[in-house]
């Protein structure tokens, strides 16, 4: 056992079975710095106690006690658990926020039509958080292999990490409060990457859009009918024979144009890339992986075969750094010949038809790592997608662009290459509520770009001694877009045998409320963009439960059917039938985004007709909004309150964002100067400000301004009000006081 510090706020210890070869984690970003002696340590906040099979450890006021033992191949950490003790964290789970008194297991699964309580799902995130009276304190426990984490179901008082592994490093990482937490969590783990600003568009999928004259008339479609900025996905038929980095010739004669045709209507092309290699001797990719010993082999020398969607499959071997290398250029080879913008990386857990669970485990199939030994693969299995991700990362910036990657699985640390979708969810009331918890729980877990298939992707899922079929109905299309348009990832993607679910699927009342919802995500873009660029910086989730913004309120702990959008907004979507809900708000004031209406903090119905989903701003809310082309709006609540915008061309790798600093603090509203300017940024700002009654005047730097209806122009300042909302124009630097 060796016990560390890695920085002032992490502590980390590492147990390695006598006469095991330690592995480096893909996990973990940084390397420990002090080591600790026997005995007691003080450092800073903390006070450990290093005994031999053990560590007590005083931070922050909270003890944390933790008992190491192995026995017959596994690891077992154990930790004390207190009576009023709320967990959360664990990534990818289909449980409530809260996940005290579950048990769970860390496995990569294949989860087709998975339901509440379904466990393993396709990420493993051994990350949890405890929170005592307020005060949180993270775990991880590192290992790629088979892990089961019980939290008080065995024993109320305890929780238990078992890992069949040979190795574990165990973080303990302080808080004090939860959002301390969940950012030093990324502080180790590492930055969620830059997404491209084409990313928060509204994305059109299904399984699968063929020919190419059919994506075309979606695209036209999507056009037609003013559904905003789109990104098309293509599914595995657009492949020969499932070969993967291969076009059907007959369904896309001339994909080349296609993307170029779609690229010209300003649609954005993500094909999807499975880890299957076709065993055929004449495929070309089968034979550079064959010949550069790219491919995984069993034990004995001979390359595994497994069952994947082209027949008998090879899969690469991604934990090695060659072969890493390899899919890097296959990425970028595929990407330069066609120019698809972004890959959709699927099957990645990796899935397998003819294992159980449709999921690859095996102590005989094994790995390459970089030095040369082999591994077996249940050691590994929750890295494959990382390390598969970490490639295809790499191919895509070596194009110059801004890699988009979406990830079916993943592990601790996914965040650093692509967003994360939660799989084969099913389009019923129960996953609308259940794919909310299951994104909280990920954004919490360092994943923080993030979504839904919006609509549901399975009708037909296995159910009780049968299969049970479900119908999306336009009430539920339209009740899922109204809190998936709030989420970072945003889209439609539907199965294979599923009826279609495109926007306007459903008619033209449906199809008119959805094209609303869509314009009002497309108005959050500066927003959504700027809380992107936060979690890039500082590794805060763009979506939080209601806990990580108000950790002191105790009627927040467990609240996982409303949510907030960064720091503001509060979204309290409605998850079963009906037109009103009952809406918790913590302390404070809060503006209904619809009506202007003032409510106090406290529960309250509120009234919620379909395409108006509950959402409420804070006092103190500056949120840039998109109003006109070259005019940058801010939704303003009278508080105090601050905000950086962050912008950029969207596309480029690294770039300096250009941001703006906004203020308020009462009634007064200061927008900075753009700080580090790229041309074409908007300098005529709209306030609108939310306010009970019409003021009496308005001073802007120290002058006071003309009440007039703003011209086509961009002239003077000026104001007016209208519906409890008092729009301002002003330029930026400018402060503007409301009297
Ligand atoms: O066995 O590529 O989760 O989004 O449409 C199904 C076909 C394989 C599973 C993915 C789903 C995708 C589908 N894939």
């Known amino acids: 056992m060796r016990v560390s510090m890695v920085n002032d706020d992490v502590l980390r210890i590492s147990v390695v079975k006598n006469g095991h070869k330690y592995r480096e984690s893909p996990a973990v970003v940084v390397k420990p710095t002090v080591d600790l002696a026997s005995g007691e340590n003080k450092i800073g906040p903390w006070l450990v106690k290093v005994n031999e099979d053990s560590v007590h450890v005083n931070v922050d006021g909270v003890e944390v006690n933790l008992r190491f033992s192995y026995s017959n191949g596994q690891f077992t950490i ?10 959360y964290g664990l990534g990818e789970k289909a449980l409530p926020l809260n996940r005290k008194r579950f048990r769970v297991t860390m496995w990569n699964t294949d989860a087709y039509g998975y339901r509440y309580g379904s466990d393993p799902l396709y990420v493993s995130i051994p990350f949890f958080i405890v929170t005592r009276n307020h005060v949180s304190v993270g775990h991880f426990a590192d290992s790629t292999a088979r892990m089961v984490i019980d939290l008080g179901v065995e024993r109320g008082d305890e929780f238990t990490v078992t890992v069949n592994d040979d190795q574990v490093d165990y973080y303990v990482i302080r808080g004090p409060r939860l959002r301390d937490v969940v950012t030093r969590f990324i502080g180790i783990t590492g930055k969620p990457a830059l997404m491209p600003k084409w990313a928060l568009g509204h994305q059109q999928s299904r399984y699968s859009y063929y020919p190419q004259g059919r994506v075309l008339e979606v695209a036209k479609a999507l056009k037609d009918m003013d559904l905003g900025n789109t990104v098309i996905y293509l599914d595995i038929h657009y492949m020969d024979g499932y070969r993967i980095f291969t076009w059907n010739s007959e369904r896309f004669p001339n994909p080349r144009d296609m993307v170029k045709k779609l690229h010209e209507s300003g649609i954005k092309v993500v094909t999807i890339v499975d880890p299957y290699i076709k065993v055929d001797p004449n495929y070309q990719v089968f034979k550079e992986g064959i010949n550069g010993n790219y491919l995984t082999l069993d034990s004995d020398g001979g390359l595994t075969i497994v069952q994947g969607w082209p027949g008998k499959s090879a899969l690469p071997d991604f934990f090695n750094r060659e072969a890493r290398d390899w899919w890097s250029s296959l990425i970028e080879r595929w990407v330069r010949d066609y120019g698809v913008d972004g890959i959709w990386l699927d099957m990645n857990e990796p899935a397998a038809f003819d294992y159980p669970n449709h999921t690859v485990t095996s102590k005989v199939i094994t790995h390459r790592l970089d030095d040369e ?64 918890q299951v994104l909280l729980g990920l954004s919490i877990s360092g994943v923080t770009f993030i979504g839904a298939d919006v609509g549901g992707f399975a009708k037909y899922v296995p159910g009780d001694g049968g299969s049970r079929l ?45 094209r609303d919802l869509l314009r009002l995500r497309a108005r959050l873009t500066p ?7 936060i979690s890039h910086i500082n590794g805060e989730p763009i979506v939080r439960p209601l806990v990580y913004e108000f950790p002191n309120d105790d009627e927040v702990m467990n609240i996982d059917d409303e949510f907030m959008l960064g720091p503001f907004m509060l979204v309290a979507p409605m998850l079963n039938s009906g037109t009103s809900r009952e809406v918790y708000l913590p302390g404070g004031e809060w503006v209904n985004l619809w009506n202007g209406e003032v409510l106090k903090g406290g529960y309250h119905m509120v009234d ?22 070259g005019v940058l709006g801010i939704l303003a609540v009278p508080g105090d309150g601050e905000f950086t915008v962050y912008d950029d061309d969207g596309e480029s790798q690294s770039p300096t964002p250009s941001t703006l600093s906004l203020r308020i603090s009462g009634d007064r509203v200061t927008v900075g100067d753009w700080a580090n300017p790229m041309p074409q940024l908007p300098t005529t700002v709209i306030l609108k400000v939310y306010l009970g009654k019409e003021p009496s005047k308005v001073m802007v730097n120290g002058v006071e301004v003309p009440k007039a209806r703003f011209s086509a122009e961009p002239g003077q300042p000026s104001w007016y009000f209208e519906g409890r909302l008092i729009n301002i124009r002003v330029k930026v630097g400018s402060e503007t006081i409301i009297i």
């Open 78 to 87: 154990r930790g004390n658990l207190g009576l009023a003790d709320i967990v």
């Open 373 to 436: 030994s082999r591994v077996p693969h249940d050691y590994l299995h929750n890295a494959y997608a990382l390390y598969e991700a970490m490639a295809t990362y790499e191919g895509l910036r070596r194009t110059g662009r801004r890699p988009f990657i979406l990830s079916r699985a993943g592990y601790a640390g996914i965040q650093r290459y692509a967003a994360v979708w939660t799989g084969d969810n099913t389009s019923n009331w129960e996953h609308l509520k259940l794919q909310l």
């Open 470 to 514: 479900f119908t999306l109905t336009p009430e539920l299309l339209v009740r899922w877009y109204e809190w998936a348009i709030f989420f970072p990832l945003l889209r439609n993607h539907a199965d294979v045998a599923s009826p279609d679910q495109e926007p306007w699927a459903f008619g033209p009342r449906a199809l008119e409320l959805i």
């Open 527 to 533: 927003y959504l963009y700027s809380l992107m660029w």
């Open 608 to 629: 919620a007709p379909l395409g108006k989903p509950p959402v409420f701003l804070k006092s103190g809310s500056l949120v840039p909004t998109q109003e006109s082309e």
